[in-house]
Nanobody
């Protein structure tokens, strides 16, 4: 099993920045990794995905503001979030899959990701 542990969430004012981290342990081989978020009463939403040699896709609502990256040597996935808005408030989850993600034009659906972290809360106040 792959273990994913998110960190870096917190409370920030609109316009601020946060950097989320996802530490990966166990069997660390993953073809594709992603960030999702879920706010109360809403469906889980794809935020960003990274696969292959640095290929990335982003949800429309975060394009130009968020950046996904990874450090394979440290077994860590990152999400840099800039220009945060109140609507970014949600629980953020990292996820991984050994399936390919290159078939998708946007962030793949959550169903293809087998491993998930517990989540880290991000709250953006106006």
């Amino acid at each position: 099993q792959v273990k994913l542990v998110e960190s870096g969430g917190g409370s920030v004012r609109a316009g601020g920045s946060l950097r989320l981290s996802c530490a990966v342990s166990g069997n660390t081989y993953s073809v594709c990794m992603a960030w999702f978020r879920q706010a109360p009463g809403k469906e889980r939403e794809g935020v960003a995905v990274i696969f292959g040699e640095g290929n990335t896709r982003y949800g429309d609502s975060v394009k130009g503001r968020f950046t996904i990256s990874k450090d394979n040597g440290k077994n860590t996935l990152y999400l840099q979030m800039n220009s945060l808005k109140p609507e970014d408030t949600a629980m953020y989850y990292c996820a991984s899959t050994r399936s390919g993600c290159h078939w998708y034009a946007a962030v793949p659906p959550p169903g293809i990701f087998a491993d998930w972290g517990q989540g880290t809360q991000v709250t953006v106040s106006s």
